[in-house]
């Protein structure tokens, strides 16, 4: 079964140390979506991407944080510096058809602890 | 507007309970509303999903009840099994948007005892 991968599983940094992770989406889903999920709270939407194009990024904070897709496949999301806040897990998700981007496949996460 | 507010923040139900779930929202734009589950160390994972204009829908335990009127939506799990232990999280999508981005709730960490 086709599935979301994601890496690494778990980080630990320092503050002001930068971080990258990096996600493979389902094979054939033109979207990518990159969330945040602090303990205890939903997931947060950071970027959405339709194929290479960036078409939400409402909720990323650009001072710190990037995002890309160059070919269109798989995707990194970037922390330049790291903030103790930034802890959280990092989920990435893709979806195949528009007209059903409320199902959405989940990779199982980053789990980015910042000390 | 955005939010979708989920109670309760966590449930306990005996095996063979009936676990119910609730979630309410504002924005009446959202076109399409999910439900996911979470086990521990895995992303979300959709269960089931209604649309505003169908009151009742039912996938084996799992149905979710929809009140346009009230802009309320739950979850009911029949039949609970230790099984279905895990977090649940409510959600609103636009898909007639250009993102159909999802809002998700807060969860709802279900323990089923055995």
């Known amino acids: 079964e086709a599935e979301v991968a994601q890496s690494p599983r778990y980080k630990i940094t320092e503050k002001s140390q930068a971080v990258a992770f990096w996600c493979d989406p389902i094979?054939?889903?033109?979207?990518l979506y990159w969330y945040r999920q602090i303990l205890g709270q939903g997931p947060e939407l950071l970027v959405q991407?339709?194929?290479?194009?960036?078409?939400?990024d409402s909720q990323l904070p650009k001072d710190r944080f990037s995002a890309e897709r160059l070919k269109g496949v798989d995707s990194t999301l970037k922390i330049q510096p790291a903030e103790l806040g930034d802890s959280a897990m990092y989920l990435c998700?893709?979806?195949?058809?528009?007209?059903?981007?409320?199902?959405?496949?989940f990779g199982p996460g980053t789990r980015l602890t910042v000390l | 507007q955005q939010q979708v507010k989920q109670s309760p923040q966590s449930l306990i139900v005996q095996k063979g309970g009936i676990s119910i779930i609730n979630c309410a929202y504002e924005?009446?734009?959202?076109?399409?509303f999910p439900w996911y589950q979470q086990f521990p160390g895995k992303g979300p994972a959709l269960l089931i999903a209604?649309?505003?204009?169908?009151s009742e829908k039912k996938e084996g335990r799992f149905t979710i009840s929809f009140n346009k009127s009230a802009k309320q939506f739950s979850l009911h799990i029949m039949d609970s099994q230790p099984g279905d232990s895990a977090t649940y999280f409510c959600?609103?999508?636009?898909?007639?948007?250009?993102?159909?981005?999802?809002?998700f709730g807060q969860g709802t960490t279900l323990q089923v005892k055995p």
């Open positions: 991407f339709q194929d290479e194009s960036v078409v939400d």
């Open positions: 094979s054939g889903h033109a979207t």
């Open positions: 924005n009446t734009a959202f076109d399409y």
């Open positions: 998700a893709s979806s195949f058809l528009r007209t059903r981007a409320y199902e959405q496949f």
């Open positions: 959600a609103a999508s636009l898909i007639s948007s250009n993102t159909g981005k999802l809002i």
């Open positions: 209604i649309r505003p204009d169908v």
